[in-house]
DNA sequence: GTACGAACGTAAAACGTTTTATGCAATGCT
DNA sequence: AGCATTGCATAAAACGTTTTACGTTCGTAC
């Protein structure tokens, strides 16, 4: 309420016996002035614990020294925040501390294009956004403000596009496929979520091209990233009434304990009839029984990458390529056979 | 770079015909404008799609929709953004679809009190601040800049003090007592962190009364938060030198994951010889073998509470009393006889 | 008819900065 | 001596809002 302001460049400059103008000048290492006097106003600032307004800076500068986060996940997961560390929150960590590390702040935004915009939003540096869809509106939004943005993810349909750290996702279903191809299955399902980013897409596309290769009629579902673990249970039951697959690949890991539960409902033995393995690590996935094989993604080196990226396009520089990191595979008891 | 600043209250007055002050006052419900004008600037306005830049708004008003989260496990972590700091990601995790639920931003802000402060950092509507240390120089600058703020965990030595949630520590304390306590052990060593918070200061009251009732002769380890893992398995030498206890009862999951690797390093077997219990479950704690007993933790029901009081506080309504939310036990291994 | 409120609008100050454009000595050069 | 140059400092405009204080115009009561 009774918020006092801190001390302005007024005070400072009061103080000082010189002009406002020389303040700045003096804080910014701009204009032309004495050594002494920028010495010494220094000093006065610092007595005083000056610290320049952001807002007012920021209305004639155009430099905030924070950046966005949209997180998708937010969105989509509403109110459902679960026990345990899925991508996502991983993810914000790791954004958190980069952020820090490199003086910004991070400022976590729900979706740009829904009804109230938090105020904030357009005057920030910078934008993260997580998972960009096919002709996002989000990023078009960015755009059309003229901010700057890297995603983590690849933007589908902009090859130009390199703004963007990532997983390897065609590297990832390479190897989901061939651990389950190893463990003896012959006909596997792929599970995939509604959105239309790459994540989606490029398992997508990896799986039909393996398909292809080994002659293996593909089985693709879809299944809306929010329908959650009790999807997961429901399409259990189309997979059993299309005939039992040797195994089921879900992209999302509360999908794939869904799955399981249901199958195991149904009287399917997992993993001996039918083994489950998701492409997302999660809490889930890890505490169902039989424990659900995962890819353990690696959010920590895109989030380091993304805001070298970030920086040098907020200072006008040119940027890094993009950059892939690898998924390790952490085998459990649902695909043990 | 080229920032386009959006349309602004003057070109939406200039396209209305009327003058500033008018499309201020239609837009914010102030003023003596007849019905007809305010709506006709209304329509304007959103034809052009205006939104008030939030710089300019917050530097006359005090109102930035946006509230600033200090995470204390970011800064004691440094760069490391494991597996295995559960709590508090997925505190970040609720305190986010909190304020979006309630149209309010969060910001993810560092130590107030180290050499950069993030530009916007006092310009926020409010704080959230995790586990306040006695007399915490955050809480001090805070309360200098006269900023609202809410803390998860009560402050210690401030019962006057009421705005925080908190989990139940000294429940929480007695609950994994009482489950030692059945499972046979008689000696228990508590092994706390060096931050001087109420978490710790209330599980080591809680233990020391504990063994006061039990008549046993307590015995108390401190080990700093950030020597996570390492330091645990370190402490294990001393806690073998001073002679086994039936029972370690570490208050951090890294330090459980830690002790117990440094037991079994040292050819003690756990369970058997000796449990391990912690007080914060982690992914160090599930991941390990054995896997160590957890208290599972409640920050969603927390950061809900924190918000509702901060919002009350911002709009300088009275504020609703704290609140305890009560943890859960996760009997797993390493304390199974 | 003059005075007085309503009813409706607007001009201008304010918020705290940064930046642009000037001012004024003192110095250097013909 | 006269004129440009340099070195230092400042006044004032600008950023996009909100808010305060001030006009109008009109109808109504005296």
């Known amino acids: 309420m ?5 001390v302005t460049i007024k005070d ?7 002009s406002i103008t020389a303040v700045s000048h003096a804080l910014n290492d701009k204009g032309t002035l004495s050594a002494a006097t920028r010495a010494h106003i220094r000093t006065v600032a610092d007595e005083m614990g000056y610290e320049a307004d952001a807002l007012a800076r920021g209305l004639r500068r155009s430099t905030m020294g924070a950046v966005g986060l949209v997180l998708r996940s937010l969105d989509a997961l509403g109110d459902y925040a679960p026990a345990g560390v899925d991508v996502f929150e991983r993810f914000v960590g790791a954004c958190a501390s980069q952020a820090l590390a490199r003086g910004l702040s991070l400022m976590l935004v729900p979706d740009l294009t829904r009804a109230p915009v938090p105020p904030l939003a357009f005057s920030l540096d910078g934008y993260i956004v997580t998972n960009p869809h096919v002709d996002d509106p989000v990023v078009a939004r960015l755009e059309e403000r003229g901010i700057p943005y890297v995603t983590y993810g690849r933007p589908p349909g902009r090859p130009d596009f390199t703004h963007w750290a990532s997983e390897d996702d065609r590297a990832s279903a390479r190897l989901v496929l061939s651990h389950l191809e190893g463990a003896g299955a012959r006909s596997v399902a792929l599970v995939r979520g509604t959105d239309p980013n790459s994540w989606n897409l ?3 596309e990896t799986y039909l091209g393996w398909c292809t290769e080994h002659r293996r009629a593909p089985r693709l ?3 809306p990233e929010r329908a959650g673990v009790e999807g997961g249970a429901a399409l259990a039951g189309r997979l059993v009434d299309d005939g039992l697959p040797d195994a089921v690949f879900c992209l999302t890991g509360r999908h794939a304990a869904g799955v399981q539960r249901g199958l195991l409902a149904r009287g399917v033995r997992v993993p001996e009839e039918t083994m489950v393995v998701t492409g997302s690590d999660s809490e889930h996935a890890r505490n169902s029984r039989p424990a659900v094989s995962a890819l353990e993604l690696n959010p920590v080196d895109s989030s380091a990458a993304l805001l070298d990226i970030l920086q040098s396009l907020i200072a006008g520089r040119p940027a890094d390529a993009p950059r892939l990191t690898q998924a390790r595979f952490r085998p459990r008891a649902s695909t043990r056979r």
Chains 1, 2 share one sequence.
Not at 2 to 6: C, I, L, M, V
Not at 12 to 18: H, P
């Open 202 to 204: 490029e398992h997508q």
């Open 2 to 6: 009774a918020r006092t302001r801190g």
């Open 221 to 223: 579902y879809e299944l």
């Open 12 to 18: 400072v400059a009061r103080r000082a016996g010189v």
